[in-house]
């Protein structure tokens, strides 16, 4: 039997923070700040491309997420909060702090273990599948799903695993598509938190409006994503629901 959250979050007077790491505007938390949202969790945003600051006290932080962005993890020249946030990393991974990366927040995590982060062999933009490998399937984080998860896909880096970690799922366009780090860090370098807003935001900041085959291809991943939302929301639930037991378990 699951827990029920609610009551465990009304008992310790909803004072556990879960702290979203942004990069840039259009890349926020979505359906996973939603979710913690409505289970009484203070969610806490952290905007780095906006001057934000990084908690040094992780004494009520009960996980962070680190959201995706355009840039790359080395561009630290050019957008030096990405040095603050290797160091913070370095410190979540140290003290055993849940972790979630999503795509960029992926590769913060493989860079802070010293691995290095290099060229997909295949840029991915829209909806694909990736499969679980076997460490996957028996993963608590990907408990009750499918062994082949429809995700989606906005990026062209990918990492290389970090020593020690263990791969969790991946797919012949880019073979290291999640990956684990110690008892509780995660690296997705798909998407499962978007919504139709977010999607047609990066459509039109990335995609260009007078290019006929880019805007057919826009049109496209909006189809895909209205036809796939119910499934794909409940998979993401599913999955924010199994990061919150990590978290909890690791609570007691």
């Known amino acids: 039997m699951r827990p029920d959250f609610s009551i465990i979050r009304f008992l310790l007077n909803g004072q556990d923070v879960v702290v979203f790491i942004k990069h840039i505007d259009i890349e926020g938390p979505d359906t996973f700040g939603e979710y913690f949202s409505r289970r009484g969790f203070d969610v806490q945003v952290i905007d780095l491309h906006d001057r934000g600051v990084l908690p040094r006290d992780l004494k009520r932080v009960e996980a962070v997420i680190s959201l995706g962005g355009p840039m790359n993890v080395y561009e630290e020249e050019k957008f030096p909060f990405l040095r603050e946030e290797n160091s913070f990393v370095e410190k979540i991974i140290s003290e055993k702090v849940p972790f979630m990366g999503v795509c960029l927040g992926s590769q913060s995590l493989a860079k802070a273990c010293g691995a290095r982060v290099g060229r997909s062999p295949e840029k991915e933009i829209g909806f694909s599948e990736v499969r679980l490998s076997q460490?996957?399937?028996?993963?608590?984080?990907?408990?009750?799903?499918?062994?082949?998860?429809n995700v989606f896909q906005w990026h062209e880096d990918m990492v290389e695993l970090p020593g020690g970690a263990t791969l969790l799922a991946a797919s012949p366009q880019c073979p290291h598509q999640a990956?684990?780090?110690?008892?509780?860090?995660?690296?997705?370098?798909?998407?499962v938190e978007v919504t139709e807003p977010t999607?047609?935001?990066?459509?039109?900041?990335?995609?260009?409006?007078?290019?006929?085959?880019?805007?057919?291809?826009?049109?496209?991943?909006?189809?895909?994503?209205?036809?796939?939302?119910?499934t794909f929301d409940h998979m993401a639930g599913r999955l924010y629901g199994n990061f919150m037991k990590i978290m909890l378990e690791r609570g007691n």
Do not use: M, N
């Open 199 to 230: 999607i047609e935001q990066w459509i039109q900041a990335y995609f260009a409006q007078d290019d006929d085959a880019q805007v057919r291809k826009g049109r496209q991943i909006l189809a895909d994503y209205r036809r796939s939302k119910e």
């Open 179 to 191: 990956f684990k780090v110690g008892p509780c860090a995660y690296g997705l370098q798909f998407h």
């Open 135 to 149: 460490d996957g399937r028996s993963d608590i984080l990907f408990e009750g799903l499918d062994e082949t998860l």
